[in-house]
């Protein structure tokens, strides 16, 4: 059967998550719904991220096996027609290997979250990012970040349920910017490793915050790494701002 390596984008709030359910919307059902409109009984897709409730994409990869041999560019169009009303939208499609594989042939993923800082609340990008009413400073929260790069037990931002075999885990970037927003003041955390453990991210973004609104000196952040205590992670912010920026595969499918 011909695969296909599709890239995604997707609101993720009307769904329960990536992974499809019995009885919850989800980003995978609508997907594999869409591919059903132009062939029956297709094998299930993969994902290279499985992405939480509410969490969205910037470049989810997902690999799908067909009966017939599609043009790439014909196969993306069906399916955004057959994904409507959807917010989900193929942005790239790929014809790929029999031995590519959306999730373990990853190399890399990267996450994108989005933070801001300001008194009134959100109109247009309400749901896509995570307003606190506050000020935070930047200065103190890439110090903090400093501490978590690396190969360590993370078991402290590690939710409960992560199902992981291991917390141990390599976090190759943290990267914090400050950008103008209206009203206030936009933080973007862009963070890169191979894999992550269930609400990594949002975990040290709940935990950061704590740190750029002065509440958490940048040395409590190393201490709560090493505790590998649960309990000692600060709180876990909502999924209103993260989205599954990239995952990297070498080579790319989708380099022309």
């Known amino acids: 059967m011909p695969r296909y390596a599709l890239k995604l984008e997707y609101d993720g709030r009307p769904f329960s998550g990536w992974q499809r359910q019995a009885d919850r919307p989800s980003v995978q059902g609508a997907v594999e719904a869409a591919l059903a409109r132009l062939e029956r009984d297709l094998p299930s897709i993969a ?9 969205h994409a910037l470049g989810q990869v ?7 041999d599609w043009d790439p560019f014909r196969l993306s169009e069906a399916l955004n027609h057959h994904l409507k009303p959807h917010p989900v939208a193929v ?15 990853a190399q890399e993923r990267r996450y994108l979250f989005r933070l801001v800082s300001r008194r009134a609340p959100l109109v247009h990008d309400k749901g896509q990012i995570w307003r606190v009413g506050h000020p935070l400073a930047l200065a103190p929260m890439q110090e903090a970040a400093r501490h978590l790069l ?11 349920l992560c199902q992981a075999a291991s917390p141990v885990k390599t976090l190759d970037a943290l990267d914090i910017e ?17 894999s ?6 949002r975990s040290f973004v709940g935990t950061l915050e704590r740190v750029g609104a002065g509440a958490w000196a940048p040395e409590d952040v190393k201490a709560a790494l090493e505790a590998c205590d649960r309990a000692a992670c600060g709180p876990v912010c909502p999924p209103d701002g993260l989205y599954l920026a990239a995952a990297r595969y070498d080579p790319s499918p989708f380099d022309t």
């Open 47 to 55: 994902a290279a991220g499985r992405t939480d409730a509410g969490v």
């Open 196 to 201: 992550f453990l269930h609400n990594q991210v």
């Open 62 to 68: 997902a690999h799908c096996d067909m009966a017939k």
């Open 178 to 194: 400050e950008l103008d927003y209206p009203g206030g003041r936009e933080f973007r955390f862009h963070v890169r490793a191979r």
């Open 91 to 105: 942005v790239a499609c790929a014809a790929v290997s029999d031995d590519f594989h959306a999730r373990f042939s």
């Open 150 to 160: 690396g190969r360590h037990d993370f078991t402290t931002f590690r939710a409960s």
